[in-house]
């Protein structure tokens, strides 16, 4: 595990990161915001040399080997600002997170992502889109 302390728009950011697998050329990591700044997961892993997978701002070269910025928020938590009660959202990760080699993978992206029988979806179900994405808690 480790933490990125880079100032994001000249205000103080912190991410946490623990690496969860890995699998084929891509790491599956988990991103622990510790401040609210824009782009923040995002921006704290390219820098720290794991871009997110499909980030076309920040990433290097990968954006075209998946069909979306595989990011995932599985958990959000927070204090509600008038009540003050802890609110939790949480959300199993979409199929298109799933092994990336899987027939189910592509056929639930194809599916899911894709209703037109454009390239980008035709290769998809012929499985070239090998991915496997940052995941954020």
Do not use: N
């Not at 993978?105 to 209703?115: K, R, S």
């Amino acid at each position: 595990s480790w933490t990125v302390r880079t100032p994001i728009e000249e205000k103080s950011a912190v991410t946490e990161f623990e690496v969860a697998g890995r699998e084929g050329g891509f790491w599956r990591v988990r991103a622990f915001p510790k401040t609210g700044r824009t782009h923040q997961i995002r921006i704290h892993a390219a820098a720290s040399g794991v871009p997110v997978a499909g980030d076309r701002i920040h990433g290097r070269g990968l954006a075209d080997k998946v069909p979306r910025l595989m990011l995932h928020a599985s958990r959000m938590e927070l204090t509600h600002p008038r009540t003050r009660e802890a609110l939790v959202w949480e959300s199993a990760l979409p199929g298109c997170f799933a092994q990336p080699d899987s027939t189910a993978y592509a056929q639930d992206l194809a599916a899911g992502l894709f209703a037109d029988d454009s390239v980008r979806c035709r290769r998809l179900r012929q499985g070239m889109f090998p991915a496997l994405p940052v995941e954020s808690v």
